[in-house]
T-cell receptor, first 113, second 114 residues
Framework: DQQVKQNSPSLSVQEGRISILNCDYT??????FLWYKKYPAEGPTFLIS?????DKNEDGRFTVFLNKSAKHLSLHIVPSQPGDSAVYFC????????????FGKGTHLIIQP | GAVVSQHPSRVICKSGTSVKIECRSL??????MFWYRQFPKQSLMLMAT?????????EQGVEKDKFLINHASLTLSTLTVTSAHPEDSSFYIC??????????FGSGTRLTVV
C-alpha cells in the first residue's frame, strides 16, 4: 500500500511559468514532509521541507503548501527554469523527522524552452 | 554543508558473491544512517535504520541476514549484500542524520549481479 502518492508520473511546463507538483499521503502519523530533486544514478538533493504545524514554507523560487485535512501537499516552482528539469520526489516522515522517509514514486518535470 | 560520500558508485558482481557499500559522513557525525534501495521506475524504499553502536532495525520484508549493516562509528556505515543474486540488482542509497537533524543522501551505488 503506497502511503505517499505522486499521481502524475510526468509534467511538462514552459520556461518562466509556474510548475506545480502534487503529493498525497494516507498515513496520519506523518508530520514532516520533504521534497527532493533527483537525477538518474545520483542521490536525491534536498529542496524544501515543511512541518505539520505549518501550512506553507517558502525558499526562493520554491514554495511548499501543506493541507493536513486533505492530506495533500504541493511544491510550486516559479519561475520554472530549464535546470529544474529532473525527477521530483515527495517524502514523508513520522516522529518529527526522526524516522526514515517514505517516498512517492516521483514526478518527472520537463521544462520546455 | 553536510556531505555523505558513498562508494562504490557502480559495482558488478557474480551471483553468489558479497558486495560491500560504504557511506561516510565527511563533515558531521551521523548518529543515524538510513539505507534505501530503488528499483527501476519505483520510489526509494527504506530498507533499514541503524544508530551508531546499535543493531540495525530492518523494514518488513528485508532479510537482515542478507543485508548486513554495520554502523560502528559516527562517520562510517556499511551495507554488505551477501550471496548476491540477480534480483538484488538495484540502486542502493544511504542517508545520514546528524545531531542537528535533516537527511543527507549519498550519491548512490548501482549494483548489478550477473
Amino acid at each position: 500500500d503506497q502511503q505517499v502518492k505522486q499521481n502524475s508520473p510526468s509534467l511538462s511546463v514552459q520556461e518562466g511559468r509556474i510548475s506545480i507538483l502534487n503529493c498525497d499521503y494516507t498515513n496520519s502519523m506523518f508530520d514532516y514532509f520533504l521534497w527532493y530533486k533527483k537525477y538518474p544514478a545520483e542521490g536525491p538533493t534536498f529542496l524544501i521541507s515543511i512541518s505539520s504545524i505549518k501550512d506553507k514554507n517558502e525558499d526562493g523560487r520554491f514554495t511548499v503548501f501543506l493541507n493536513k485535512s486533505a492530506k495533500h501537499l504541493s511544491l510550486h516552482i516559479v519561475p520554472s527554469q530549464p535546470g529544474d528539469s529532473a525527477v521530483y520526489f515527495c517524502a514523508a516522515s513520522a516522529g518529527g523527522g526522526a524516522d526514515g522517509l517514505t517516498f512517492g514514486k516521483g514526478t518527472h518535470l520537463i521544462i520546455q524552452p | 554543508g553536510a556531505v555523505v560520500s558513498q562508494h562504490p558508485s557502480r559495482v558488478i558482481c557474480k551471483s553468489g558473491t558479497s558486495v560491500k557499500i560504504e557511506c561516510r559522513s565527511l563533515d558531521f557525525q551521523a548518529t543515524t544512517m538510513f539505507w534505501y534501495r530503488q528499483f527501476p521506475k519505483q520510489s526509494l524504499m527504506l530498507m533499514a535504520t541503524s544508530n551508531e553502536g546499535s543493531k540495525a532495525t530492518y523494514e518488513q520484508g528485508v532479510e537482515k541476514d542478507k543485508f548486513l549493516i554495520n554502523h560502528a562509528s559516527l562517520t562510517l556505515s556499511t551495507l554488505t549484500v551477501t550471496s548476491a543474486h540477480p534480483e538484488d540488482s538495484s540502486f542502493y542509497i544511504c542517508s545520514a542524520r546528524g545531531t542537528v537533524g535533516g537527511y543527507t543522501f549519498g550519491s548512490g551505488t548501482r549494483l548489478t549481479v550477473v
